[in-house]
Antibody
Framework: EVQLLDSGGGLGQPGGSLRLSCAASGFTFSSYGMSWVRQAPGKGLEWVSGISGDGGSTYYTASVKGRFTISRDNSKSTLYLQMSHLRAEDTAVYYC????????????WGQGTLVTVSS | QSALTQPASVSGSPGQSITISCTGSSSDVGGFNYVSWYQQHPGKAPKLMIYDVSNRPSGVSSRFSGSKSGNTASLTISGLQAEDEADYYCSSYSSINSLVFGGGTKLTVL
């Protein structure tokens, strides 16, 4: 059974940093791209970042480029999102998701972890 | 403003059929067959309902179907049931090396 367990959310200061993790199980982690998707309170889904199965290719939405870094440790079946220079508008529930193809068709999702950016 | 355009809300009575549209451009919906649809109940993670325009993952009811014409994709739910009441989002691969979502459609079962 595929399982994705998001963690690392919490309260972050404006301009500060947080690191999200997503522990995966039930599939060959290194064979699939992964994505982070966020949802601000009461709003829709927004794709944030994606990474290929081998970690060699990374992708970002414009609003987080240069501030967020996606990475993965295939030996630990874990996905990460390093978030820096946090802004109030980064406040959201962050979901990790498994891609059927890189940047497409997100077939399994974590339960989400809430990030709140506030002083 | 979302990259893909969906109606904010749709409604239908139990047993009826409804269709949700998702309009993009030739850079996303019209250019690739990587359109998917997600169902999200309040407080829950999204669930994949349709992938590659018209394919259903294992375990998803055959009442859900997808199609595409030009730059517009559609999700049809037939034989509406109370449990179908949820938010629905479309998404597509985009040629600018990204994934784009629609703004979401709230389905109300009357």
């Amino acid at each position: 059974e595929v399982q994705l367990l998001d963690s690392g959310g919490g309260l972050g200061q404006p301009g500060g940093s947080l690191r999200l993790s997503c522990a995966a199980s039930g599939f060959t982690f290194s064979s699939y791209g992964m994505s982070w998707v966020r949802q601000a309170p009461g709003k829709g889904l927004e794709w944030v970042s994606g990474i290929s199965g081998d970690g060699g290719s990374t992708y970002y939405t414009a609003s987080v480029k240069g501030r967020f870094t996606i990475s993965r440790d295939n030996s630990k079946s874990t996905l990460y999102l390093q978030m820096s220079h946090l802004r109030a508008e980064d406040t959201a529930v962050y979901y990790c998701a498994k891609d059927r193809q890189v940047l497409a068709n997100l077939d399994y999702w974590g339960q989400g972890t809430l990030v709140t950016v506030s002083s | 403003q979302s990259a893909l355009t969906q109606p904010a809300s749709v409604s239908g009575s139990p047993g009826q059929s409804i269709t949700i549209s998702c309009t993009g451009s030739s850079s996303d919906v019209g250019g690739f067959n990587y359109v998917s649809w997600y169902q999200q109940h309040p407080g829950k993670a999204p669930k994949l309902m349709i992938y590659d325009v018209s394919n259903r993952p294992s375990g998803v009811s055959s009442r859900f179907s997808g199609s595409k014409s030009g730059n517009t994709a559609s999700l049809t739910i037939s034989g509406l049931q109370a449990e179908d009441e949820a938010d629905y989002y479309c998404s597509s691969y985009s040629s600018i090396n990204s994934l784009v979502f629609g703004g979401g459609t709230k389905l109300t079962v009357l």
